[in-house]
């Protein structure tokens, strides 16, 4: 059983950055993609982006390219994602996720074997 928790959520100014971690306990990531989602007040659940368990591969949402980087460390512990130039409209709950033998295209799906608890990320205008 793999537990992911988040962390490095919190308020930040329209165009700033945010570093979000998703470290893994209990086991590291292994043989799994590791992933970002994000769910906004009333809306739906929504793939940010993947990486695979090389970290050779990664995937990212159109609504964050250029924006958005995901990286995982070389002991497969923690995935990261750096966001800059935040805009209001990226404000939400942001989950970590990891999926086994799966490609980071795979996991744009939504489907993974396990989830985070979640970490806000509020962007002010």
């Known amino acids: 059983q793999v537990q992911l928790v988040e962390s490095g959520g919190g308020l930040v100014q329209a165009g700033g950055s945010l570093r979000l971690s998703c470290a893994a306990s209990?086991?590291?990531?292994?043989?799994?993609?590791g992933g970002w989602f994000r769910q906004a007040p009333g809306k739906e659940r929504e793939f940010v982006a993947a990486?695979?368990?090389?970290?050779?591969?990664?995937y990212y949402a159109d609504s964050v390219k250029g924006r958005f980087t995901i990286s995982r460390d070389y002991a497969k512990t923690t995935v990261y994602l750096q966001m800059n130039s935040l805009k209001p409209e990226d404000t939400a709950v942001y989950y970590c996720?990891?999926?086994?033998?799966?490609?980071?295209?795979?996991?744009?799906?939504?489907?993974?074997?396990?989830w985070g608890q979640g970490t806000q990320v509020t962007v002010s205008s």
């Open positions: 209990g086991r590291t990531f292994g043989n799994s993609a």
């Open positions: 996720a990891a999926r086994r033998f799966a490609t980071a295209q795979a996991m744009g799906d939504r489907r993974a074997d396990y």
């Open positions: 990486i695979s368990w090389s970290g050779g591969s990664t």
